[in-house]
């Protein structure tokens, strides 16, 4: 059981948005900084955004996080058949003392 | 090039022991801390282990703590984590991540290293 929830997929046509969330607690993403990665089968784990919504150089700016209360989301817009893979959100628990994942999201494009 | 490459991972018997490795280049490693990640089969990230990058402060998860012990060699540029005791749902890739953030309470992972698989089964 996850600290942090995400829902199990989303999914959108190509060149449109999804959006995924990432609900904790005021003990985790409440008062701390989320980020978020990007995985595809197989692989490990890529840096997407860090500090709620910086850009890794790398990263394109349709990956795009914000962080509202004890929620985060990841959006992406303009979706490529590149973008399916698995995404996680990530934080700091002060209560835990342990870094925290959030459940992954698979992202499909139909 | 900042690379991380794990060793060490195999097939074990419930109850025994495994040490893993990490070798760090392309970076000052005395100057990052550092974590442990594994991932079960068909399952999502799991944090198990952090080090200050003095290696003077530790934290564990709860799933690993008292079985699990994570250290570091700075002179070496490498990071460990010896496991001891070992149980069927440690099974997983386990990777070596950098942590980056200047707190706790910024805290993100911007490089890992490839993993190394561990096999817990009789």
């Known amino acids: 059981q996850s600290v942090l929830t995400q829902p199990p997929s989303v999914s959108a046509a190509p060149g449109q948005k999804v959006t995924i969330s990432c609900s904790g607690s005021?003990?985790?993403?409440?008062?701390?900084?989320v980020s978020w990665y990007q995985q595809f089968p197989g692989t490990a784990p890529k840096l997407l955004i860090y500090?709620?919504?910086k850009r890794p150089s790398d990263i394109p700016d349709r990956f795009s996080g914000s962080k509202p209360g004890t929620s985060a989301t990841l959006a992406i817009t303009g979706l490529q058949t590149g973008d399916e893979a698995d995404y996680y959100c990530?934080?700091?628990?002060?209560?835990?003392?342990?870094?925290?994942f959030g459940s992954g999201t698979k992202v499909t494009v139909l | 090039e900042v690379q991380l490459v794990e060793s060490g991972g195999g097939l074990v018997q419930p109850g025994e022991s495994l040490r893993l490795s990490c070798a760090a280049s392309?970076?000052?490693?005395?100057?990052?801390?550092m974590n442990w990640v594994r991932q079960a089969p068909g399952k999502g990230l799991e944090w198990i282990s952090y080090?200050?990058?003095?290696?003077?402060?530790?934290y564990y998860a709860d799933s690993v703590e008292g079985r699990f012990t994570i250290s570091r060699d700075n002179a070496k540029n490498s990071l460990y984590l010896q496991m001891n005791s070992l149980r069927g749902d440690d099974t997983a890739v386990y990777y070596c991540?950098?942590?980056?953030?200047?707190?706790?309470?910024?805290?993100?992972?911007?490089?890992w290293g490839k993993g190394t698989t561990v096999t817990v089964s009789s």
């Open positions: 080090i200050l990058s003095t290696g003077t402060i530790i």
């Open positions: 005021s003990s985790n993403i409440g008062n701390n900084y």
């Open positions: 392309g970076f000052t490693f005395s100057d990052y801390s």
């Open positions: 991540v950098r942590v980056r953030g200047s707190g706790l309470n910024y805290y993100y992972t911007d490089v």
């Open positions: 990530g934080t700091w628990d002060s209560s835990l003392s342990g870094y925290v």
């Open positions: 500090e709620n919504n």
